[in-house]
């Protein structure tokens, strides 16, 4: 039983992104984060504001990582996001500037 829950917990600290995308809209996540997301960052960071994903010291490091700062950005601006939604905005920054495997 041990064993069983050390691989378990072995498995799911490595999930993928493709596992943990696998319910994203990349399409809606694109069109909810140029609606939600860009201004802010753009007025920080210039341009379209995605400088602010391909910067050299980037916070986030894993697929995991970016959801849970795609939820606190969220939190933040109060947009009361569901977690699918959270998802497809993550897949949809991962498939274009992260791209993370893990
Ligand atoms: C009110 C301004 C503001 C809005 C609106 C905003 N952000 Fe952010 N965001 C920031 C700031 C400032 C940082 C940098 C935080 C830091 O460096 O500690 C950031 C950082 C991030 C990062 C991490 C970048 C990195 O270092 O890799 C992600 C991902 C992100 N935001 C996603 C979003 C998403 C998704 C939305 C739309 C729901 C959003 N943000 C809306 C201000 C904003």
Do not use: P
Request: glycine content about 6%; hydrophobic content about 40%.
């Amino acid at each position: 039983m041990k064993i069983l829950f050390t691989v378990f917990c072995l498995l799911s600290l490595n999930a993928s992104a493709n596992e943990l995308f696998a319910k994203a809209d990349i399409a809606a996540g694109k069109a909810l984060h140029e609606k939600n997301c860009i201004s802010c960052h753009a007025s920080s960071f210039g341009g379209d504001g995605s400088g602010i994903y391909t910067r050299e010291y980037a916070k986030v490091k894993t697929s995991k990582g970016l959801i849970a700062q795609v939820r606190a950005c969220n939190t933040n601006i109060g947009l009361k996001w569901f977690e699918d939604e959270e998802i497809s905005v993550a897949a949809y920054l991962n498939q274009t500037y992260y791209k993370f495997e893990q």
